[in-house]
Nanobody, 127 residues
Framework: QVQLVQSGGGLVQPGGSLRLSCAPS????????IGWFRRAPGKEREGVSC????????YYADSVKGRFTISRDYAKNTVYLQLTDVKPEDTAVYYC????????????????????WGQGTQVTVSS
C-alpha cells in the first residue's frame, strides 16, 4: 500500500502564501503522477492541480491558475503545492493523491482515477 505523507497547511491571511508538501513512501516521482484535490465544507471535491510523471506537464483548475504552483523535488522525492495570493474561498482540506488510471498522465483529472491518498491537511484563509 502506497503511503503519501502530507505536511504544511494552517491558517493564512487573504493574500498570503502557504506551501503544502506530499512525500510518497514507496515509489519515485517518475512512476506516478501526483494530483492535489481539495474539499471545502458543503462543496464537492475539486481537482486543483497535478504534475505528470511522464514529462512534468502541469495542470491547474481555473480557480487557482496563476496563484498556485505545483513542483517536484526528485532529491527529496516530494511534490509541493505553493499557494499564493490566497482567498477565503481557498479554505478547504487539501489532499494529494497518486494517479491510478493512466498513472504517467494527469488527465482525466477525476478523483475516482486516483488511487492512494494522503491524510489531508487543512488550509484556512481568514483575517
Amino acid at each position: 500500500q502506497v503511503q503519501l505523507v502530507q505536511s504544511g497547511g494552517g491558517l493564512v491571511q487573504p493574500g498570503g502564501s502557504l506551501r503544502l508538501s506530499c512525500a510518497p513512501s514507496s515509489f519515485i516521482l517518475d512512476d506516478y503522477s501526483i494530483g492535489w484535490f481539495r474539499r471545502a465544507p458543503g462543496k464537492e471535491r475539486e481537482g486543483v492541480s497535478c504534475i505528470a510523471a511522464s514529462d512534468g506537464t502541469t495542470y491547474y483548475a481555473d480557480s487557482v491558475k496563476g496563484r498556485f504552483t505545483i513542483s517536484r523535488d526528485y532529491a527529496k522525492n516530494t511534490v509541493y503545492l505553493q499557494l499564493t495570493d490566497v482567498k477565503p474561498e481557498d479554505t478547504a482540506v487539501y489532499y494529494c493523491a497518486t494517479k491510478a488510471y493512466r498513472p504517467t498522465m494527469c488527465g482525466p483529472m477525476k478523483g475516482s482515477f486516483f488511487g492512494s491518498w494522503g491524510q489531508g491537511t487543512q488550509v484556512t484563509v481568514s483575517s
